[in-house]
Nanobody
Framework: QEQFVASGGGLVQPGGSLRLTCVAT????????MAWYRQSSGKQREFVGS???????YYSESVKGRFTISRSNANNTLYLHLNTLKPEDTAVYYC???????WGQGTQVTVSS
């Protein structure tokens, strides 16, 4: 069964940076358009950004210019670089196939002074 496990979250001050990592247990990772999502307390899960099989990246307006997605097909790994973090970025972050509906383990990001 495919799994996508996110890690790398933590507590960071406003303006700080983090790098999240997502390891995929699938042989087809390189064939997938992959995405990051996040869910804040009391809110629905929302799209953060995605990266295609040919490394075209797309971002939500709320993170564009601050977050960067990258991938390593050799390591079945997806990354999310979070810069200039804001308190409103506080959420549990998940990775998944773009449009996927089975959710794996997320990682908590808390932005607070």
């Amino acid at each position: 069964q495919e799994q996508f496990v996110a890690s790398g979250g933590g507590l960071v001050q406003p303006g700080g940076s983090l790098r999240l990592t997502c390891v995929a247990t699938t042989s087809f990772f390189s064939h997938y358009h992959m995405a990051w999502y996040r869910q804040s307390s009391g809110k629905q899960r929302e799209f953060v950004g995605s990266i295609s099989t040919v490394n075209n990246a797309y971002y939500s307006e709320s993170v564009k210019g601050r977050f960067t997605i990258s991938r390593s097909n050799a390591n079945n790994t997806l990354y999310l670089h979070l810069n200039t973090l804001k308190p409103e970025d506080t959420a549990v972050y998940y990775c998944n196939r773009f449009g996927g509906t089975d959710w794996g383990q997320g990682t908590q990001v808390t932005v607070s002074s």
